[in-house]
């Protein structure tokens, strides 16, 4: 897979991101949500409701729609069943789509639940036992709101941990402020406002470490539609999870990662540098790169005598695919042939069926002479197959970013019965989300 340079024009830049949800190149923070201890069995109460941030704009407020507190992310621990309560205080019916979780098919948006009604509606789901970092997003069915609406992160906790002093989630926005400080919502034309891009809603975030630390970052693209690359300066990074899935862990060259919306990554940072270092994070959407964020590193006593060794790469479960029978469907990115979200029909006929536990391979074309786009498969995660399907990358997806012209070959094993939606966007600010649906019977 090919890496990002930071000195790429904007087409070679999308070049290098197309079927690189990630890049054996990588990655970075900020805090998440510990929640207070709360009975066996009850639920995580979560508001959808109007509220106002303050950004970049000293003084002026910025309306949004946001779901929880102000804090990025949603924490449970413990042992399952975990539950999440969802209220909607807005005008506006929403559909809540989690990214990541599979085989949740009472969950499905749209399909199986209903949008939330405006004006108090209210759900409760009961989540699958799936440790890893997931967004919740609300903005499934976004097109005539006056402010955009704000994602969640959620971890659940489990699995490894890897030896980590701190666990950390960092969640990356775009925006486009007016004068007036009201932010404009992406499937709609901005004119030329430029993009403002936040972590964990603040336009400066510093990651300071101790030395020799491990921290644990969770790096969420929760963009409204830009795909985003990420440069660690100098900084020691290693991939452990990607979407979600553990992953084969690789050391990411020269400390870059490349995100489509809606993509998750956890990795290791090792604080190796001098104390006193301050490491640059910069962030390149295309146009070119900017420093977001600092690794600094502390001048207070070290974790340990000496940093960590990286972790013994491990397969991630399933290690291989059984690609003999599988089931071929040829699918296109091409507007016409997928419904805007907010005119999704689900009585029409699937995009394709499939019966329980069988392969399916999608070959996903983008079409000559459109945006660079992005495809999210709801349900399932898949294998991004080399083009002789004699191969595959060392870790599983739900989301995958497309060049115009580009043909990719992904596969999955259709495990979980249900009707599950499937999303394609433009990577333009006017773009509209798309949706179309398969079934497994």
Same mark, same amino acid.
């Given at each position: 897979?090919?890496?990002?340079?930071?000195?790429?024009?904007?087409?070679?830049?999308?070049?290098?991101?197309?079927?690189?949800?990630?890049?054996?190149?990588?990655?970075?923070?900020?805090?998440?949500?510990?929640?207070?201890?709360?009975?066996? !069995?009850?639920?995580?109460?979560?508001?959808?409701?109007?509220?106002?941030?303050?950004?970049?704009?000293?003084?002026?407020?910025?309306?949004?729609?946001?779901?929880?507190?102000?804090?990025?992310?949603?924490?449970?621990?413990?042992?399952?069943?975990?539950?999440?309560?969802?209220?909607?205080?807005?005008?506006?019916?929403?559909?809540?789509?989690?990214?990541? +979780?599979?085989?949740?098919?009472?969950?499905?948006?749209?399909?199986?639940?209903?949008?939330?009604?405006?004006?108090?509606?209210?759900?409760?789901?009961?989540?699958?036992?799936?440790?890893?970092?997931?967004?919740?997003?609300?903005?499934?069915?976004?097109?005539?709101?006056?402010?955009?609406?704000?994602?969640?992160?959620?971890?659940?906790?489990?699995?490894?941990?890897?030896?980590?002093?701190?666990?950390?989630?960092?969640?990356?926005?775009?925006?486009?402020?007016?004068?007036? !400080?009201?932010?404009?919502?992406?499937?709609?034309?901005? !004119?030329?406002?430029?993009?403002?891009?936040?972590?964990?809603?603040?336009?400066?975030?510093?990651?300071?470490?101790?030395?020799?630390?491990?921290?644990?970052?969770?790096?969420?693209?929760?963009?409204?539609?830009?795909?985003?690359?990420?440069?660690?300066?100098?900084?020691?990074?290693?991939?452990?999870?990607?979407?979600?899935?553990?992953?084969?862990?690789?050391?990411?060259?020269?400390?870059?990662?490349?995100?489509?919306? !809606?993509?998750?990554?956890?990795?290791?940072?090792?604080?190796?540098?001098?104390?006193?270092?301050?490491?640059?994070?910069?962030?390149?959407?295309?146009?070119?790169?900017?420093?977001?964020?600092?690794?600094?590193?502390?001048?207070?006593?070290?974790?340990?005598?000496?940093?960590?060794?990286?972790?013994?790469?491990?397969?991630?479960?399933?290690?291989?695919?059984?690609?003999?029978?599988?089931?071929?469907?040829?699918?296109?990115?091409?507007?016409?042939?997928?419904?805007?979200?907010?005119?999704?029909?689900?009585?029409?006929?699937?995009?394709?069926?499939?019966?329980?536990?069988?392969?399916?391979?999608?070959?996903?074309?983008?079409?000559?002479?459109?945006?660079?786009?992005?495809?999210?498969?709801?349900?399932?995660?898949?294998?991004?197959?080399?083009? +002789?399907?004699?191969?595959?990358?060392?870790?599983?997806?739900?989301?995958?970013?497309?060049?115009?012209?580009?043909?990719?070959?992904?596969?999955?094993?259709?495990?979980?019965?249900?009707?599950?939606?499937?999303?394609?966007?433009?990577?333009?600010?006017?773009?509209?989300?798309?949706?179309?649906?398969?079934?497994?019977?």
């Amino acid at each position: 897979m090919r890496l990002l340079s930071f000195s790429y024009p904007r087409r070679r830049f999308l070049g290098a991101l197309a079927g690189a949800a990630v890049s054996p190149a990588l990655m970075a923070p900020g805090r998440a949500q510990t929640l207070p201890a709360r009975k066996p !069995g009850s639920p995580v109460v979560l508001r959808f409701a109007p509220q106002s941030l303050y950004l970049h704009t000293e003084g002026t407020a910025t309306p949004v729609w946001q779901l929880g507190d102000g804090l990025p992310a949603t924490r449970l621990s413990g042992s399952p069943p975990h539950r999440i309560a969802f209220t909607n205080d807005t005008v506006q019916p929403v559909a809540m789509t989690f990214h990541g +979780l599979d085989g949740a098919a009472s969950m499905e948006p749209l399909l199986a639940q209903p949008p939330l009604a405006p004006r108090g509606g209210t759900a409760t789901y009961d989540l699958p036992s799936q440790p890893g970092t997931f967004l919740i997003d609300p903005r499934l069915l976004s097109g005539d709101d006056d402010r955009p609406a704000l994602p969640r992160v959620l971890v659940i906790e489990g699995g490894e941990t890897f030896g980590a002093d701190r666990d950390d989630v960092l969640l990356i926005e775009d925006w486009k402020i007016g004068a007036d !400080g009201a932010a404009q919502v992406a499937g709609r034309d901005s !004119g030329n406002i430029p993009s403002l891009y936040t972590i964990n809603r603040r336009v400066s975030h510093d990651i300071t470490v101790r030395p020799n630390e491990r921290v644990r970052l969770r790096l969420v693209n929760g963009c409204q539609r830009s795909v985003i690359a990420l440069k660690f300066v100098d900084c020691a990074i290693t991939v452990v999870s990607v979407d979600s899935q553990p992953a084969e862990s690789f050391v990411a060259r020269d400390g870059q990662i490349v995100l489509a919306p !809606g993509s998750r990554v956890d990795a290791l940072l090792d604080a190796t540098q001098p104390v006193g270092t301050r490491n640059d994070i910069l962030l390149h959407d295309g146009t070119k790169p900017m420093p977001i964020s600092h690794v600094v590193t502390s001048f207070s006593a070290p974790s340990r005598a000496k940093p960590l060794t990286p972790p013994v790469a491990s397969p991630p479960p399933p290690s291989r695919i059984d690609l003999k029978n599988a089931q071929r469907v040829d699918l296109s990115l091409e507007r016409g042939q997928w419904l805007p979200a907010i005119a999704f029909d689900p009585t029409l006929p699937p995009v394709f069926r499939t019966t329980a536990n069988r392969t399916v391979v999608l070959a996903i074309t983008n079409p000559p002479g459109a945006s660079a786009a992005t495809f999210h498969l709801h349900g399932h995660h898949f294998r991004l197959l080399d083009r +002789l399907d004699d191969g595959w990358k060392p870790y599983w997806l739900d989301t995958l970013a497309f060049n115009p012209g580009q043909t990719q070959r992904i596969a999955f094993n259709a495990a979980f019965p249900g009707k599950w939606l499937m999303q394609c966007m433009g990577t333009k600010w006017n773009s509209p989300r798309r949706l179309g649906w398969y079934e497994v019977g």
